[in-house]
């Protein structure tokens, strides 16, 4: 498997995630994070616990990436993907789906790709569509 493939795998692992352990598993605790919502820290550890709260109150959240585009440089890899968010409340109430924006830096150090920065955002009322 080479760097791109390997790189594009741990972005799907995070977008599959459903625990904070599973979504920052990649991460270090060095990692900068930037949240959809107004929150940002720096650290693997943290980041987990805010994971796991906001995976408490959801019965379900599907992530479908829809594009994806990937760059690699030597030991440097940067990630930017449009994803929809499908998610259901522990009241088994759904909420309407939404897209998101998101970003990852990645290294690789000790032979390992890490993920050390993320950042999200919401794009409200967008269809994906990224103009090439």
Not at 47 to 69: E, P, W, Y
Request: charged residues 25%; aromatic residues 10%.
């Amino acid at each position: 498997m080479n760097d791109k493939q390997i790189i594009e795998d741990i972005i799907r692992g995070i977008a599959a995630s459903f625990t904070g352990a599973d979504s920052t598993r990649d991460w270090t605790e060095e990692t900068i994070w930037f949240d959809a919502s107004p929150y940002a820290c720096v650290g693997a550890s943290k980041a987990a616990k805010v994971f796991d709260a906001a995976f408490g109150n959801l019965q379900s959240c599907r992530v479908d990436i829809l594009t994806m585009k990937t760059r690699v440089h030597g030991d440097s890899a940067l990630v930017c993907s449009v994803q929809r968010w499908d998610t259901v409340n522990k009241d088994g109430s759904a909420n309407p789906p939404f897209m998101m924006r998101q970003t990852n830096y990645l290294e690789k150090q000790n032979g390992e790709w890490k993920v050390l920065h993320e950042h999200t955002s919401a794009a409200a009322d967008w269809d994906g569509t990224i103009d090439e």
